[in-house]
């Protein structure tokens, strides 16, 4: 079956150490996008991809770091500069990066301070 | 930009009673409007959408939403809720012209016997 698969599913993290979360889709969706979701907050985005080897700043980029090398993959590095990094992190794609376009999720990377 | 909002934080319905969910979206032209539900440490899954035509639309799991273009909302309604629809549910909103979605804040469903 298609679907994006992100791994870990728990992370934890030491002080200065950078991690990366992996998003994975085998949908052939051309637009990848990483969230942050804290309780109460809803879906923040990270960042996101319309493309192979191009990436946008969503609205929370400062800490993170982001790649698209190949269209079914979209890693996320949280940086040591992220000073708060513990929440729930969900990776999405849809067909084209276009407002009329529902997204698919994963299962989401939660990640903890150690 | 566009903008959603979901005024209801918590809902606790009755199993067997009506539910209805509200969402209020702010943007200038027709909006593309999405449904989504979460389960606890899940991903969030697709309930319906609307882009145009018929104002009224059908989704997955007895779910429906209902455009109304005068009061700029998108309610999600189900005539009788099950204890397994208790989840968080989130709105979105795309536009024409933008690659992204924005989502609502959330509404967290809870359903007492």
Same mark, same amino acid.
């Not at chain 1, 992996?22 to 879906?43: I, K, T, V």
């Not at chain 1, 079914?72 to 992190?89: D, G, H, I, W």
């Given at each position: 079956d298609g679907?994006?698969?992100?791994?870990?599913?728990?992370?934890?993290?030491?002080?200065?150490?950078n991690v990366t979360l992996?998003?994975?889709?085998?949908?052939?969706?051309?637009?990848?996008?990483?969230?942050?979701?804290?309780?109460?907050?809803?879906?923040?985005l990270i960042y996101y991809s319309q493309i192979v080897n191009d990436f946008q700043k969503g609205d929370i980029a400062e800490g993170y770091s982001v790649s698209r090398e190949k269209k079914?993959?979209?890693?996320?590095?949280?940086?040591?500069?992220?000073?708060?990094?513990?929440?729930?992190?969900l990776c999405a794609s849809s067909r084209r990066p276009e407002g009329n376009q529902p997204q698919h999720f994963g299962d989401g990377t939660r990640l903890s301070i150690l | 930009a566009q903008s /959603?909002?979901?005024?209801?934080?918590?809902?606790?319905v009755s199993e067997g009673a009506s539910l209805e969910l509200r969402c209020n979206y702010s943007y200038g032209a027709t909006p593309y409007l999405f449904w989504y539900v979460q389960s606890p440490g899940q991903g969030l899954q697709l309930l319906l959408k609307y882009f145009s035509g018929?104002?009224? /639309?059908?989704?997955?799991k007895g779910f429906e939403a209902e455009f109304k273009r005068s009061q700029s909302s998108f309610n999600l309604r189900k005539p009788?809720?099950?204890w397994s629809d208790a989840a968080e549910y989130?709105?979105?909103?795309?536009a024409e012209g933008y690659s992204t979605l924005t989502?609502?804040?959330?509404?967290?469903?809870?359903?007492?016997?």
């Open positions: 679907g994006i698969t992100q791994s870990p599913k728990y992370l934890f993290r030491k002080e200065g150490q992996s998003c994975e889709q085998n949908l052939n969706h051309d637009a990848m996008y990483w969230y942050r979701q804290d309780p109460g907050q809803g879906l923040r079914e993959s979209f890693p996320l590095t949280v940086t040591s500069a992220q000073k708060n990094p513990t929440a729930f992190y | /959603v909002t979901q005024p209801d934080i918590h809902i606790t018929d104002t009224l /639309v059908q989704g997955i009788s809720v099950h989130f709105c979105a909103v795309g989502f609502g804040k959330g509404t967290m469903l809870l359903v007492s016997p």
